[in-house]
């Protein structure tokens, strides 16, 4: 894969940029309340006049009439997940400052995991983000590593494949996902904290495989055409008609921002569809895998009747149009 090919896969999903939130680094305006949207959508937004983003993330953060046009579609009735203790723990040596890492690398496990386990799984280019790495950094280095942590988790045909090495290579993906993401901490590239290793292992072994097998197609890392419209945007799983987002967080709790980024994602499906998906997007839902749960919404459960379309309608008028770089 020459460099053009790389970008042009690079700028589907999230990237960054000096004036928007980046990865999984917390933004100042996020979990921050805001002024309800009341009862009626607000006027789309001028064009000319948004900041930039890099990605559906900071598209949010820097945007906070998107963020209460979508709060204002949000069902309140909607159903809530029922959590109970923890199936994996936090880890012994686990610092805050892991939690960034050890989302990513669990994402890069699980959907290694699940393209490997399911044969609908449908091939997408799950390590462009961590290749994108050489652009920033020795590239010998990166091409090395990064192919030697795929051949790795290439191997996965079950959750009997998935042991230590396998967690370890799912953590050195997510180091240079983190650096070609952010453009910070190459230092931290390629070595794994033994920490995160023994929690990302110990996530996987929590995962109720079944609930996650296919009937038609699954595909880990959906992209979206109409991604460049937000600067860049990357889900975690589809499973047919559902799409999930994975959450290795330890808060019991569905996060409003979570929430909004999937019915960005949503949203952005509705605008121009995800590559290889047969089916339109019917079901939405986080995996909590610490407490092994995953929790879904049917479309319409999760939104007040009617707004919906309008919701689209709203985002259609107020996004820019698609960069000829994300075709």
């Not at 961590?130 to 959750?159: K, N, P, S, W």
């Not at 019915?263 to 047969?278: K, M, N, S, T």
């Amino acid at each position: 894969m020459n460099r053009a090919e790389l970008q042009r896969l690079f700028s589907r999903y999230r990237v960054q940029v000096p004036s928007a939130p980046v990865g999984w680094e917390r933004s100042a305006s996020q979990g921050r309340r805001h002024k309800p949207a009341g009862d009626v959508l607000a006027e789309p937004l001028a064009k000319e006049a948004q900041g930039r983003a890099g990605s559906l993330t900071s598209y949010l953060a820097l945007n906070p009439v998107a963020r209460q046009a979508i709060d204002y579609a949000l069902n309140p009735q909607r159903s809530r997940p029922v959590f109970g203790e923890m199936v994996q723990p936090l880890p012994d040596g686990y610092s805050a400052g892991m939690a960034g890492l050890i989302g990513t690398s669990f994402d890069y496990a699980l959907r290694y995991l699940l393209a490997g386990t399911y044969a609908q799984a449908v091939w997408t280019p799950l390590t462009v983000p961590a290749r994108y790495a050489v652009f920033q950094m020795d590239r010998e280095r990166v091409l090395a590593e990064v192919g030697e942590a795929c051949a790795m988790l290439e191997q996965i045909t079950g959750l009997s494949d998935f042991g230590p090495e396998q967690a370890r290579a799912a953590t050195v993906l997510a180091s240079y996902d983190v650096v070609a993401r952010t453009g910070r901490f190459q230092e931290l590239a390629g070595p794994a904290s033994e920490v995160v290793q023994r929690d990302v292992l110990g996530l996987i072994q929590a995962v109720p495989l079944e609930r996650f097998r296919p009937e038609r197609h699954l595909i880990a890392g959906p992209l979206f055409a109409a991604a460049g419209r937000v600067g860049g945007a990357d889900a975690d799983l589809l499973i047919d008609d559902t799409l999930i987002e994975v959450k290795a967080t330890r808060k019991p709790s569905v996060e409003l921002q979570h929430l909004r980024q999937l019915v960005g994602y949503l949203v952005l499906e509705r605008l121009g569809g995800i590559d290889h998906a047969e089916v339109p997007v019917r079901r939405v839902g986080f995996y909590y895998a610490r407490y092994g749960v995953l929790h879904t919404w049917t479309v319409p459960e999760l939104f007040r009747p009617g707004t919906l379309p309008r919701l689209v309608g709203w985002f259609d008028d107020s996004l820019p149009s698609r960069p000829a770089e994300a075709h």
